[in-house]
């Protein structure tokens, strides 16, 4: 390959943040390793990140050009860009003018940049006059956001990954990071490969790789993760390992914290979640005695309809051992895309306002008003993720703009999700890839550029702020995000949206943090050029940035205390297992896989780990339904069916079966979406949908 330049940015896939050097020969071919001096990967990468030059050079698949259809029965041509956008102008300003602003909604995704986020966030919410705008980040940190708000007053991540080597017990809790995490828990195996003394607790129904490595696994019946949280609180309490001083001077609500711990003994809660009384009172042991205790979780408490309540139960275990603000402690949340702590920075979400404002509170919503120039801001709650769907089959809402992503494989209740979509008067798919599902629903698909093809920033899991080079060139008549909403705003008729450039976008931004908890207004694309990656706040010229908040145990709360909060529910009650479905379904992730593949799909190498989804399942449960290893079953919920082959298992609870979300219809066909079989259940604080309990029959398939 003759390599013409090398350019430094980030990986596009996870959370974790890896920094990348690409390199790109005179005909814009790319080929990627891990950037070396990049603080989070140190020239690590894994398997999804070290391919992902494949998936830049294929470009076989990508939209090339603007297409429309004028009405529902007609087929989609190639139009202008000028006319594209004419189209949606002319359609959003009718509906908005018939049946109002809340008529319209725009869906957007954690793999947007933080300038798309945020212009996107401001059309909406400043300008079309809706709070209409919501994000696949609903689906996997929503239940995390509230927590950490309700917890410490705002949505803020106390630690850094640097702290995993001032550690020494981990509790990794409904996440397996050996997967989906990859690079991250390289640093921890690290860790512990020069540190014997490093315990590792994976609570997990499933014997997953993390859960492997680890030295306990607490292997809980799937819902009943408060339980065992709280029984490791009262452990705690019971032997005197808590931070008296922390929780009197820091904390608020500790007696209610302490009466509800205290009201189920540790053998009822070693039954009913179904861990051993002795594993119980050994995580707690370990906690209690280590020097610096870790928490990391994901989505195995995100995703549930008691969601923020388990994230409440977790985050109780740092309040009471008093391990927050200190080196080497303090629970961590692990974002599942590259950009979905850069959304929640800038109010990517429909209940929220960017830099941490919210959307409930008039002054705030005034304040945001004022900084865009723009009367108000609608004091109307926007659509949730689910909801914004519901509202389309409903015909509440009438239309839709789709940014880089793929719900029609990656919601809940595909079935009510093909409804709202046909339903709809108009759909806009922004995107970069015709294999995307949801493309076929389209009255209007723009073509976006990729990974490489734009710049802009994102932040990591660890509140780290990094900045992505253009490289090449985006094919066809491909453009940049920000450039798309950015004229679409303009043909509205709109002020405020004469950007020359991203940076342009970002300095606004970035001006709107000054003097608040996420100050980045010192923090220019220079800067980032020129000195790499910053975790926020940075709030003055010379500042390094501020990998660990909290360290003067003043929280963002009115009286400055961390609370601990209670949850209301401790089970997930929202089915029951019953003889007609006897089994509870959860849903996740393979290694290899990202998302609905519409990226790692394209990679031969990464489909050799699975080909195909299959449904795990423990090796009783498949005797009980007469099912052998590799046969074709049937899986049914109350809501729909799935047809795959079975892998038998004991690494799975006996109860429990599992599927991969990745395979939707163009990969393989409808039988295999995971998404046929759950539903639009959400947790009530965060309207983060349940992904982890769905009650299932699974039975040998026969051919009629
Ligand atoms: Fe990319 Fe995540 Fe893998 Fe790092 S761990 S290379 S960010 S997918």
Redesign the pocket.
């Known amino acids: 390959m003759n390599l013409g330049k090398k350019i430094k940015t980030?990986?596009?896939?996870?959370?974790?943040?890896?920094g990348?050097v690409a390199s790109i020969d005179q005909k814009d071919k790319v080929l990627v390793e891990?950037d070396q001096n990049h603080p989070?990967?140190q020239g690590m990468?894994?398997?999804?990140?070290?391919n992902l030059h494949y998936v830049v050079n294929d470009t076989s698949d990508r939209i090339l050009y603007p297409e429309m259809r004028w009405s529902k029965s007609h087929p989609m041509e190639r139009v202008s860009w000028d006319d594209a956008l004419d189209r949606a102008a002319g359609v959003f300003k009718s509906l908005i003018q018939k049946h109002g602003p809340d008529s319209v909604g725009f869906y957007v995704s954690g793999q947007c940049l933080t300038e798309e986020y945020y212009i996107a966030n401001k059309l909406v919410k400043g300008f079309l006059g809706t709070n209409n705008i919501d994000t696949n980040s609903r689906l996997c940190m929503s239940s995390a956001v509230v927590a950490y708000k309700k917890t410490f007053g705002e949505d803020s991540v106390p630690i850094a990954y640097d702290d995993i080597e001032l550690a020494d017990v981990f509790l990794i809790a409904g996440a397996n990071p050996a997967w989906c995490?990859?690079?991250?828990f390289r640093r921890l195996e690290k860790h512990k490969e020069k540190n014997p003394n490093v315990k590792i607790i994976v609570a997990d129904p499933r014997k997953t790789d993390s859960a492997n490595f680890a030295d306990l696994h607490l292997q809980l019946i799937p819902g009943t993760d408060i339980i065992l949280y709280n029984a490791i609180g009262r452990r705690l309490i019971e032997t005197g390992f808590v931070d008296q001083n922390f929780i009197e001077n820091h904390t608020e609500n500790y007696l209610k914290y302490r009466k509800q711990v205290m009201s189920v003994s540790l053998s009822n809660a070693s039954k009913m979640c179904g861990v051993p009384i002795e594993d119980i009172k050994t995580a707690a042991d370990l906690i209690g005695t280590s020097g610096g205790f870790i928490s990391m979780w994901a989505m195995g408490l995100n995703q549930s309809s008691i969601g923020t309540d388990k994230n409440f139960s977790l985050l109780n275990l740092s309040l009471v051992t008093g391990r927050i603000g200190k080196p080497g402690n303090g629970p961590f949340s692990l974002t599942g895309q590259?950009n979905a702590m850069g959304g929640r920075e800038v109010g990517g979400m429909a209940s929220l306002l960017a830099v941490h404002k919210e959307l409930s509170n008039p002054k705030h919503r005034q304040e945001v008003a004022d900084f865009w120039g723009v009367d108000q801001i609608s004091p109307n709650p926007g659509f949730s993720a689910t909801e914004m769907f519901e509202a389309l089959e409903s015909g509440k809402m009438k239309a839709v703009w789709i940014i880089c992503t793929n719900p029609m494989v990656s919601l809940p209740n595909l079935k009510r999700m093909e409804k709202a979509l046909s339903n709809a008067k108009f759909v806009v798919v922004q995107d970069i890839s015709h294999k995307s599902d949801t493309v076929a629903f389209a009255d209007l698909v723009l073509p976006a550029a990729g990974w490489l093809e734009k710049e802009g920033t994102m932040t990591n899991s660890e509140r780290r702020i990094s900045y992505l080079n253009k490289g090449i060139e985006p094919p066809g008549e491909a453009r940049a995000d920000v450039e798309i909403l950015c004229d679409f705003a303009k043909k509205m008729g709109f002020r405020g949206f004469n950007f020359s450039n991203a940076e342009e976008i970002y300095e606004e931004y970035a001006s709107m943090t000054k003097g608040t908890s996420i100050d980045i207004s010192f923090l220019n694309y220079d800067r980032l050029k020129a000195e790499g990656t910053f975790q926020w706040p940075v709030p003055d010229y010379r500042h390094t940035g501020t990998p660990r908040l909290f360290a003067d145990h003043q929280f963002h709360t009115p009286s400055k205390k961390a609370v601990f909060n209670i949850p209301k529910q401790v089970e997930n009650t929202s089915e029951k297992p019953s003889p007609e479905f006897p089994l509870i379904l959860t849903t996740g992730r393979v290694r290899d896989q990202?998302h609905t593949m519409t990226k790692t799909g394209k990679v031969s190498r990464l489909r050799t780990h699975y080909s195909h989804p299959v449904l795990e399942m423990n090796s009783i449960d498949a005797y009980i339904d007469k099912v052998k290893e590799g046969d074709v079953v049937e899986i049914k919920s109350k809501n729909g069916v799935v047809r795959v082959r079975a892998k038998i298992s004991k690494n799975i609870r006996e109860g429990v079966v599992f599927l991969p979300m990745h395979w939707g219809k163009q990969l393989q066909n409808d039988l295999n979406r995971a998404n046929n079989l759950t539903f639009n259940r959400v947790d009530p604080q965060s309207k983060e949908p349940d992904f982890k309990y769905t009650t299932v029959s699974v039975k040998k398939y026969k051919k009629p």
């Open positions: 980030t990986c596009s896939y996870c959370g974790v943040g890896c990348i891990g989070v990967n990468l894994c398997s999804k990140g070290m995490h990859p690079i991250l590259p990202w």
